[in-house]
């Protein structure tokens, strides 16, 4: 497969040496097509040997094979990272200016572009209205993470680390394996994600993961098992899709590139963070597995095994008696915020175990009548079952129908790009 990588003129441009390695190693015929300032952070010379190919930054040289037109002409994928303000500028208003924009007008493959740059150039409206343009254009942008930039400075707009990058490239295109000959499951995963395309582009998401921690003592919480893999291949997958994802979770998983991350513990966290998150979201799918108990007090030192009986000094070997109270329902409390407005589309998560008295579908039913959220997706849980595993089986409900898709045994991944096609339906 022909990779052609752009390097803009950023500190970040060291990074794209390891994403062309990355590249190289999987196998790809990848061309280096570096901006004059980019050769100011890494030189030709480093290109030349990663790649095994000359390096040039103007449309002058080795004129007879036309590589201002060639290079894109003949590219399976552009990658272009680090995309500084200025190469989103002109990539945004046509410029062909120097090699990598000529390759950008002539390519007619898919193109990533990751921005790297300080805080307050990324978040200035020039900035944000290109990066706008370059997305309704079919360019898939992946946002900058959020962490040390050059010198003291820290925030958003430091590049994704390139494993990361190269993950995403991997997950959107599945005709670009991540090397060697076997296919592999995150193969067949991300060509799923491959024909998705850009449908979610323009839509803030919401998505919640991972079971909540309530606290009992500086020791001890009370939790479940949920791992938070479906939340975050939900993520992922919306990430993948070109959406603008917030994830409010309590799991520990390395966060989806391009994915903002806000970290919460307990139940009354997340209702907070969610609360805040969905403000403007078009979607919000509470994946979360969020604890219906909650300690009604916290103990400010750890409770010890036993403890000295106060009448006669001996021990008392009863174990504590924990009191709950009820975690307030977040799900139920978007739906009633929404009233009876369109947006945003709820998406709600029921793990059921079944029972005697009705199956993990009836069960289902029966909890999409009493939220009223828009889509239930009703998946059987237990140990060994869903819980920190790589595959699941779900049924999509939808409310006012009684239609039900049934997705799976699959991977987490698959079941996330199911749930987004039935929103997208929605929307």
């Known amino acids: 497969m022909k990779v052609v990588l752009g390097v803009a003129g950023g500190i970040a441009a060291y990074k794209a040496a ?27 010379a480093t290109w030349s040997a990663l790649s095994g190919k000359p390096v040039h930054t103007d449309v002058w040289s080795d004129i007879t094979a036309v590589p201002h037109v060639r ?20 990539a945004a208003t046509g410029q062909a200016n120097d090699l ?9 493959c898919p193109v990533v572009m990751a921005p790297a740059m300080h805080t307050e150039m990324w978040e200035h409206a020039a900035t944000q209205a290109n990066v706008a343009t370059l997305s309704e254009r079919g360019i898939h942008i992946v946002p900058p993470a959020s962490g040390r930039l ?10 994704p680390e390139p494993e990361d990058l190269f993950a995403v490239c991997t997950r959107l295109f599945p005709t670009l394996p991540a090397g060697g000959g076997a296919t592999r499951r995150s193969d067949v995963d991300s060509a799923a994600a491959g024909r998705k395309g850009q449908d ?9 993961a991972g079971g909540t921690r309530e606290p009992l003592d500086p020791v001890r919480y009370l939790g479940n098992r949920s791992s938070g893999k479906q939340g975050y291949a939900l993520a992922q997958a919306a990430a993948d899709r070109g959406a603008d994802v917030t994830l409010v979770s309590s799991s520990s998983l390395p966060v989806p590139a391009g994915v903002t991350l806000v970290p919460v513990e307990t139940a009354l966290e997340l209702q907070a963070a969610v609360t805040d998150a969905v403000r403007g979201a078009d979607v919000v799918v509470m994946a979360a597995a969020v604890a219906d108990f909650r300690p009604a007090a916290y103990a400010d030192h750890k409770i010890k095994k036993s403890h000295e009986a106060a009448a006669d000094g001996s021990a008392d070997e009863s174990a504590p008696v924990v009191t709950l109270v009820r975690n307030p329902d977040i799900l139920a409390g978007l739906v009633q915020a929404r009233g009876s407005a369109t947006t945003p589309v709820i998406v709600g998560f029921a793990a059921e175990t079944g029972d005697g008295e009705a199956s993990v579908l009836e069960h289902g039913r029966a909890k999409l009548a009493r939220k009223d959220c828009d ?16 595959d699941n089986t779900v049924h999509i409900l939808e409310r006012g129908t009684d239609h039900v898709t049934d997705i799976g045994p699959a991977t987490k991944l698959e079941v996330a790009h199911a749930v987004w096609d039935a929103v997208t339906d929605l929307l």
């Open 150 to 159: 050059t010198g003291s400075d820290t925030g958003p707009g430091r590049l």
């Open 71 to 90: 290079i894109g002409q003949e590219a399976d994928l552009v990658v272009v990272a680090p995309a500084t303000a200025d190469l989103l500028a002109r």
């Open 100 to 108: 990598l924009t000529t390759v950008l007008l002539t390519a007619r």
């Open 375 to 390: 889509l239930l997706v009703v998946n059987e849980v237990g140990v060994g079952v869903t819980f920190g595993q790589d």
């Open 18 to 44: 390891s994403l062309l390695r990355l590249f190289t190693e999987a196998g790809h015929d990848a061309t280096v097509v570096p901006t004059q300032a980019a050769l100011n952070f890494v030189g030709a």
């Open 200 to 208: 979610l582009t323009g839509l803030r998401v919401v998505v919640s």
